[in-house]
Nanobody, 115 residues
Framework: QVQLVESGGGLVQSGGSLRLSCAAS????????MRWVRQAPGKQLEWVSMINENGDTAHYADFVQGRFTISRDNAKNMLYLQMNNLKPEDTAMYYC????????RGRGTQVTVSS
């Protein structure tokens, strides 16, 4: 069955960095546009970034532009999100998702940024 397993979250100080990973299985990973989305406590799910099937095109939400970098390794069925210059407002549960509505996503990894 389809599985998406996120990892790499944690507690970091403002200005710090984290690298999130997402291990995908149960489907042809290289056939899918992949996304990172996040949800802060009490807020709606919001889109963070997306990358096309072969990894040569990426898009970012304005609030992470220039700080986050999405990438993928199709040989390993892995999706990544390098997050630099983290801010307290980046605190959220981060999910990788394989569909536009992000309903097909993993359980998430918590990112907490302290000020």
């Amino acid at each position: 069955q389809v599985q998406l397993v996120e990892s790499g979250g944690g507690l970091v100080q403002s200005g710090g960095s984290l690298r999130l990973s997402c291990a995908a299985s149960g489907f042809i990973f290289s056939d899918r546009v992949m996304r990172w989305v996040r949800q802060a406590p009490g807020k709606q799910l919001e889109w963070v970034s997306m990358i096309n099937e072969n990894g040569d095109t990426a898009h970012y939400a304005d609030f992470v532009q220039g700080r986050f970098t999405i990438s993928r390794d199709n040989a390993k069925n892995m999706l990544y999100l390098q997050m630099n210059n983290l801010k307290p407002e980046d605190t959220a549960m981060y999910y990788c998702a394989r569909n536009f509505a992000a309903t097909e996503r993993g359980r998430g990894t918590q990112v907490t940024v302290s000020s």
